[in-house]
T-cell receptor, first 111, second 114 residues
Framework: ELKVEQNPLFLSMQEGKNYTIYCNYS?????LYWYRQDPGKSLESLFV?????AVKQEGRLMASLDTKARLSTLHITAAVHDLSATYFC???????????FGTGTSLTVIP | ETGVTQTPRHLVMGMTNKKSLKCEQH?????MYWYKQSAKKPLELMFV???????ENNSVPSRFSPECPNSSHLFLHLHTLQPEDSALYLC?????????????FGPGTRLTVT
């Protein structure tokens, strides 16, 4: 079974600071997805990374994928309170459409 | 309606009840999924349907019974549930074998078993 690990699990950061969330996975995959979940809400798609070296940016968030290292990063620049949420990475194996989700990183941005 | 819809949004049921959760996708996708999200646990994939055919059943107890009558609709039939089945049940859909395979999620059904 494909294992997906995120760290940190909990992150409390001040507004204006930068930080990186890491997502490691255990088997070969050339795709990775990042989702955001607000409390009591569903998952919202943030980034779709489809190849080694893919980098996507949206506002203060930037995601990258290194399939050789089996690692994705979600970098937060100059955090603002609106970014407070839980962030999940999801990885499918190279065959099949089943997603394996990480445990999630609960981010709190403090004024 | 757009995207993925789920009904009901909240459900409270006793252990002897029978109820069903409904999911509908308006995206023209060919795959649908049921997930369970419990507090402090990773998202658990329960069932996968590709082109209306069930392709994954991740050791889900038989008190959960999925049904996919067509590629736009997915049901989860519930009977004799246990309190530990209380969770947020999420439905998702995607287009497989072309494109990004990105999964789009519905708003979820918050289930409480008493």
């Amino acid at each position: 079974e494909l294992k997906v690990e995120q760290n940190p699990l909990f992150l409390s950061m001040q507004e204006g600071k930068n930080y990186t969330i890491y997502c490691n996975y255990s088997t070969t995959s050339d795709r990775l997805y990042w989702y955001r979940q607000d409390p009591g809400k569903s998952l919202e798609s943030l980034f779709v990374l489809l190849s080694n070296g893919a980098v996507k940016q949206e506002g203060r968030l930037m995601a990258s994928l290194d399939t050789k290292a089996r690692l994705s990063t979600l970098h937060i620049t100059a955090a603002v309170h609106d970014l407070s949420a839980t962030y999940f990475c999801a990885v499918p194996p190279n065959t099949g459409n089943q997603f394996y989700f990480g445990t999630g990183t609960s981010l709190t941005v403090i004024p | 309606e757009t995207g993925v819809t789920q009904t009901p949004r909240h459900l409270v049921m006793g252990m002897t009840n029978k109820k069903s959760l409904k999911c509908e996708q308006h995206l023209g996708h060919n795959a649908m999924y049921w997930y369970k999200q419990s507090a402090k646990k990773p998202l658990e994939l329960m069932f996968v349907y590709n082109f209306k055919e069930q392709t994954e059943n991740n050791s889900v107890p038989s008190r959960f019974s999925p049904e996919c009558p067509n590629s736009s609709h997915l049901f989860l039939h519930l009977h004799t549930l246990q309190p530990e089945d209380s969770a947020l049940y999420l439905c998702a859909s995607s287009q497989v074998w072309q494109g990004s395979y990105e999964q789009y999620f519905g708003p979820g059904t918050r289930l409480t078993v008493t």
